[in-house]
């Protein structure tokens, strides 16, 4: 069996990790130019996934751990309209997204089924090339495989952006991750240590400058004495899923097949559970001795694109919902929200779709 992996990104290398473990031989498509991976930038990794992905590299993770969630709106940001907890057990765990990369860099080149092929750039001879492979894996948007062939795609563009940087504080106990829904979008608190928090403000309208970022972050910190804080990143927020998830023998995935509003910190975890959800399909052709070819993208794209659609949407509903909200000085989200922080059952069923999806 050939199998090719396109793109030098995080899901890639997760994934290569995966045939390695049920030895099955890959190798990893890259551009001779290496990525930069240095960022500021974290994930919020559910718990069951963080297991999964301590199970593959073997070790553990350096992460932090949010006991909590509080939710606040515009309108009273005193006192949360709800809050999840997990029993005393983490309700996620924030990890530095360039360490996760380095981590699993480090772990791929150590495998011997693993082989890191670098090309000057996926040029239209490549398309012909990959034809050699029972089934490629392509999860880079910018290739030209990616813009000729995935293109197609449900979009919706939120005119907004995302500001993410550190902010540092004074030393707390701090594992109660909260966000607040204001009039200009949703603001994150996402607790990395307890004098380090990672901010995540998506803001509507026009491009904003730094200053005027931190100022509207510092009308609406309650939380935390900041002292200093990191270099802003900025990124154009969308909502979009691919309609098809298959080109010839060429299977898209990652980022490529779907990307979310980042209010509920789903999207990552979104892709994980797709990598698991290949690699149960991958484990039942292995014990019926059958190939690993285009057969397992097939079997992927009817099992998971309706539920990543679903779940996708279902993101955008909470978007839009506060959105509309803000608009009406949060007349439907107080009462709403004040009998469901009280009912154990919706507390219960939202925490087992923040964990699993729609993959019940």
């Known amino acids: 069996m050939k199998i090719c992996l396109i793109g030098q990104n995080l899901t890639n290398f997760i994934l290569a990790l995966v045939f390695a473990e049920k030895k099955v031989s890959v190798d990893i498509h890259i551009n001779k130019k290496t990525n930069n991976f240095?960022?500021?930038?974290?994930?919020?990794?559910?718990?069951?996934?963080?297991?999964y992905l301590?199970?593959?590299?073997?070790?553990?993770?350096?992460?932090?751990?949010?006991?909590?969630?509080?939710?606040?709106?515009?309108?009273?940001?005193?006192?949360?309209i709800i809050n999840f907890k997990n029993n005393n057990r983490?309700?996620?765990?924030?990890?530095?997204?360039?360490?996760?990369?380095?981590?699993f860099a480090t772990k791929i080149k150590k495998s011997k089924f693993i082989q890191l092929n670098k090309l000057d750039k996926l040029s239209q001879d490549y398309i012909h090339k990959v034809k050699n492979y029972d089934l490629v894996i392509n999860s880079d948007?910018?290739?030209?495989?990616?813009?000729?062939?995935?293109?197609?795609?449900?979009?919706?563009?939120?005119?907004s952006f995302a500001y993410t940087f550190i902010a540092y504080h004074k030393?707390?106990?701090?594992?109660?991750?909260?966000?607040?829904?204001?009039?200009y979008g949703p603001l994150a608190f996402l607790p990395i240590s307890n004098n380090q928090t990672s901010i995540v403000f998506s803001c509507s309208g026009r491009p904003r400058s730094t200053e005027e970022i931190l100022k509207l972050f510092n009308h609406y910190n309650s939380f935390y004495k900041i002292f200093k804080t990191g270099k802003i990143e900025k990124?154009?927020?969308?909502?979009?899923?691919?309609?098809?998830?298959?080109?010839?023998?060429?299977?898209?995935?990652?980022?490529?097949?779907?990307?979310?509003?980042?209010?509920?910190?789903?999207?990552?975890?979104?892709?994980?559970?797709?990598?698991?959800?290949?690699?149960?399909?991958?484990?039942?052709?292995?014990?019926?001795?059958?190939?690993?070819?285009?057969?397992?993208?097939?079997?992927?794209?009817?099992?998971?694109?309706?539920?990543?659609?679903?779940?996708?949407?279902?993101?955008?509903?909470?978007?839009?919902?506060?959105?509309?909200?803000n608009q009406f000085n949060n007349f439907l989200s107080k009462p709403i929200f004040k009998i469901l922080n009280n009912n154990s059952s919706f507390k219960k069923y939202s925490s087992i779709l923040s964990e699993n999806g729609f993959n019940l």
């Open 38 to 51: 240095k960022t500021d930038r974290t994930i919020a990794i559910s718990e069951k996934n963080f297991d």
């Open 54 to 80: 301590n199970g593959l590299v073997k070790k553990p993770i350096p992460s932090w751990q949010s006991k909590e969630i509080k939710i606040y709106i515009e309108k009273t940001r005193s006192k949360e």
């Open 90 to 103: 983490e309700v996620f765990n924030l990890v530095k997204f360039d360490k996760l990369v380095n981590l």
């Open 141 to 159: 948007s910018n290739n030209i495989i990616s813009k000729k062939h995935f293109n197609n795609k449900i979009k919706k563009n939120y005119k």
């Open 171 to 183: 030393k707390k106990n701090n594992n109660i991750a909260s966000q607040i829904f204001t009039k």
């Open 235 to 325: 990124f154009n927020l969308n909502f979009f899923v691919t309609r098809n998830y298959i080109f010839k023998n060429i299977l898209a995935f990652g980022d490529l097949i779907h990307r979310i509003h980042p209010l509920a910190g789903q999207g990552f975890n979104m892709t994980i559970r797709d990598i698991k959800s290949l690699s149960n399909i991958i484990d039942k052709k292995i014990n019926l001795g059958l190939p690993i070819d285009i057969s397992v993208a097939d079997e992927f794209q009817q099992s998971t694109k309706h539920l990543n659609y679903l779940y996708g949407k279902a993101i955008d509903g909470i978007y839009e919902f506060f959105k509309i909200d």
